[in-house]
């Protein structure tokens, strides 16, 4: 009888800095079919469990301003500051129409255009 084989594909190790921003998922809710399980916040502190040696993350829920202690980074994922200004840096500067440009890129220059016109690329 042919026995049937379990795959498992285990993530890659990762560390996190103070400050990195990240996607966490409270796994119990997850798996209990629970709404509000998956979260964004910022990394405050890592230290290692004195039974496990594990290292986890303590981290602050950003839409709550809430702290939660003891995120195993199993559950974490790092949100690239590149994700996160990608359209703002394809916003295209050369289209006479706004319309064209999300909101954030619209919102970035006019801010830097308040601020100083002779910073912003030549709009060739």
Do not use: C
């Amino acid at each position: 009888m042919a026995q049937q084989q379990r795959t498992q594909i285990t993530p890659t190790q990762t560390s996190y800095a103070k400050g990195d921003l990240v996607v966490f998922r409270d796994v119990e809710r997850f798996w209990l079919g629970k709404a509000g399980h998956t979260f964004v916040g910022r990394v405050e502190r890592s230290w290692r469990h004195a039974d496990t040696g594990k290292v986890l993350y303590d981290l602050t829920e950003l839409s709550g301003n809430r702290a939660r202690a003891g995120i195993d980074p199993d559950y974490m994922r790092l949100l690239p500051p590149a994700d996160a200004m990608h359209d703002i840096d394809t916003a295209p500067l050369s289209e006479p129409d706004t319309g064209a440009m999300t909101p954030a890129a619209v919102a970035w220059l006019r801010q830097h255009l308040a601020q100083d016109s002779s910073k912003l690329p030549d709009p060739r």
